[in-house]
């Protein structure tokens, strides 16, 4: 193993070394993390897309050995702050052929961090499958053949006995990125997923089965004594938060009857009106907790502990167990598909896990293709004989092995919706439900803050890039000194009315900017005001990254660290073809009205174009984006010192004038 640059003396936080690793020669070189993409982009999110801007022009394709999959940790990874166990993987999606990154928790990012890596950047492809074994200073590239085919929690336990090790930290692939399906996700911890995207198909086609890591060099801080109190300080400010014992407790399917009430899931894959009431609650918290949950778990260090522990004790699903699952996953093998048994859902879930394979791209893949056999746009005859009917369990279960393994009718889904409905053709196009060509998790029509939050998001359709949560509640829900927090952290006046289009804007840019912050620092945003009433705002992180690091950056700073991040997203997409028509919600949802709802007015709604575009352009307006495009100008660039990705745009003819 080759080593570049020694890392800086004297450097906190950061681990200070980078694993650059070449597959097709087998080349493994260490280099420092450099201090100037410290201050700038802080690390995780931030640092990672500059380097795929860099190293990964448009002409390089998401399966071409060229194509980087870099991993990336933060500089709070691993300490005593709060929530501080994610880590980011970042490439360009075979999915949506756009820039991709996608966030994930768990244990894995802190034993990285202890081995003494900030960063791992993978390129090439070896002709012949293989894992990465990262102990402290050894590192080394392995062969996997005998892996290759298992499922992830297969995957794990022969590492854990081949290495001689209950305590390394494995993150990997299963047999959905071995075969390529656009839907393949990472998993590590046996229920922690890099969910979005597709990633795992690209460690597929790398040959890149698994990363193992054990650490044991810890974190160096600057000051100890400070970064305790910092994170103390924190930690009682989290659990002093009055949502608090509802997100520890129930974790994100909490959320579920405010949601429901709101009309943001996607019952019947938005083909009709919320459930009835009688029928939702068939799968109600309560009975998840009667029925499947044991006991909480958490990723590293944090206080919340939202994840839970499954077990089926009865029924055809008895003997299932394992973590348990989101919000997410009752809206896609619940809500969306008319499925009205916990038992079922548990078992979608980790079978989604094993396969290695996203719950959102299945569950949204499978639920338009009952939508196209219900319009008859599709019948037994495309299915290979599948009466693929609502709330069907067999055909479910059948259908996610087809995904996972691109077999039968599955195949096809296993592409997508988009791309999945420009090969069936037939109308099939209108029913799909992406946005740049990523499914859509949350109704576009709950709410305008949410139709722009969704549509703006630099990886396609996405609910985790800055959708306020706070107009998810419903308003009697939301305690008054929290609205009027809200109004002065926000700084401009904001009308909590969910069909209501002028605040969009200004709310959607909030939530990003915070969020984008966090996101370079691999912070969890479940400990922010994004979902907490009170909790973290990026106010807080000044002394923290002080405490931590060594250096001090303004509150100015680190959002300006931030908005790097979605001006180099936006210029990275820009280069691909990405303008104004991408950041737009289906004709679906300016068609097709929404009537029912305990918390909404019992009339027709739908979204208006001529206000969505409005509230479009002053999104971009608020961001210093051209209006036209959605690209970033050179004066915001230039404010951003990215003189020359800047100049890379003017290069290639698309920077605004």
Not at 106 to 114: F, N
Not at 147 to 172: A, P, S, Y
Not at 240 to 251: E, H, K, V
Not at 564 to 572: F, H, K, P, S
Request: hydrophobic share 35%.
């Amino acid at each position: 193993m080759k080593r570049g640059l020694t890392k800086s003396p004297g450097l906190y936080g950061y681990a200070g070394e980078v694993l650059r690793i070449d597959l097709s020669t087998k080349e493994i070189v260490r280099t420092s993390t450099s201090k100037e993409y410290m201050k700038k982009f802080l690390g995780g999110a931030g640092i990672a897309a500059k380097i795929l801007y860099d190293e990964v022009p448009p002409e390089v394709k998401p399966f071409d050995p060229e194509n980087r999959v870099i991993f990336g940790t933060g500089p709070l990874t691993g300490t005593l702050a709060p929530s501080s166990g994610r880590f980011t993987v970042t490439t360009r999606s075979p999915l949506t052929n756009i820039y991709a990154d996608s966030n994930c928790g768990g244990h894995w990012a802190p034993e990285l961090k202890w081995a003494g890596y900030d960063y791992i950047i993978v390129q090439g492809r070896s002709s012949y499958p293989v894992y990465i074994w990262i102990n402290n200073d050894e590192v080394a590239i392995k062969d996997a053949s005998h892996l290759w085919g298992k499922n992830t929690w297969e995957t794990t336990k022969m590492l854990e006995q081949e290495l001689k090790d209950e305590c390394i930290k494995v993150t990997c692939i299963g047999p959905a990125g071995e075969n390529l399906s656009l839907a393949a996700c990472l998993i590590t911890d046996r229920g922690r997923a890099v969910g979005r995207c597709g990633l795992g198909s690209v460690l597929g086609s790398k040959n890149l089965k698994a990363i193992a890591v054990r650490g044991t060099k810890g974190v160096k801080i600057s000051n100890p004594a400070q970064h305790i109190k910092a994170c103390k300080g924190l930690v009682d400010k989290i659990k002093s938060d009055p949502y608090y014992s509802a997100l520890s407790d129930f974790g994100t399917p909490g959320w579920m009857d405010g949601f429901h009430a709101m009309h943001v899931d996607q019952y019947k894959y938005a083909m009709e009106d919320n459930f009835y009431w009688e029928d939702y609650e068939a799968i109600s918290v309560e009975k998840m907790t009667e029925r499947v949950w044991t006991r909480s778990l958490a990723c590293f260090n944090c206080p919340i502990h939202c994840a839970h522990w499954c077990e089926v004790k009865d029924g055809p699903y008895a003997g299932t167990k394992g973590e348990g699952f989101e919000w997410n996953t009752y809206n896609d093998f619940g809500l969306t598909l008319i499925t009205t048994e916990p038992t079922f859902i548990a078992k979608c879930n980790i079978l989604c896990n094993q396969l290695g394979i996203g719950v959102d791209e299945v569950g949204q893949s499978i639920g338009f293709a009952m939508a196209l056999f219900e319009k008859g746009i599709i019948s037994k005859k495309d299915t290979g004989g599948m009466n693929i009917q609502w709330g069907n369990q067999e055909v479910i279960l059948k259908l996610i092995e087809q995904i996972a393994y691109r077999k039968g009718f599955g195949y096809i889904l296993s592409e997508g919706t988009k791309k999945a409905a420009e090969k069936i053709g037939r109308g099939a196009e209108y029913y799909s439900r992406n946005i740049k060509g990523m499914e859509i998790i949350a109704d576009p029509r709950a709410s305008y803050d949410i139709a722009l939050s969704t549509s703006v998001a630099t990886r396609g359709a996405d609910h985790l890039q800055g959708m306020p949560f706070i107009n998810w509640y419903p308003l009697e829900y939301v305690p008054q000194e929290v609205r009027d927090k809200f109004m002065k952290d926000l700084g401009r006046a904001y009308k909590m009315d969910p069909r209501k289009p002028e605040s969009a804007p200004d709310v959607t840019e909030y939530y990003n900017r915070q969020l984008s912050v966090f996101n370079c620092l691999e912070l969890c945003v479940f400990i922010t005001n994004w979902v907490l009433f009170y909790a973290i705002t990026v106010e807080d992180i000044p002394s923290l990254f002080a405490s931590t690091t060594g250096m001090n950056l303004s509150l100015e700073e680190l959002y300006k660290a931030g908005e790097r991040l979605r001006a180099i997203q936006r210029a990275y997409n820009a280069r691909l073809g990405i303008r104004r028509k991408d950041d737009i919600p289906p004709d679906y949802f300016f068609e097709n009205p929404v009537k029912e709802g305990p918390f909404l007015p019992p009339s027709d709604f739908v979204l208006d174009r001529k206000a969505y575009d409005n509230i479009l352009t002053k999104f971009y307006q608020l961001y210093g984006y051209d209006p036209k495009t959605g690209i970033p100008t050179r004066k915001t660039l230039v404010k951003l010192d990215l003189q020359e990705i800047a100049d890379d745009l003017a290069d290639r003819g698309i920077l605004p004038e």
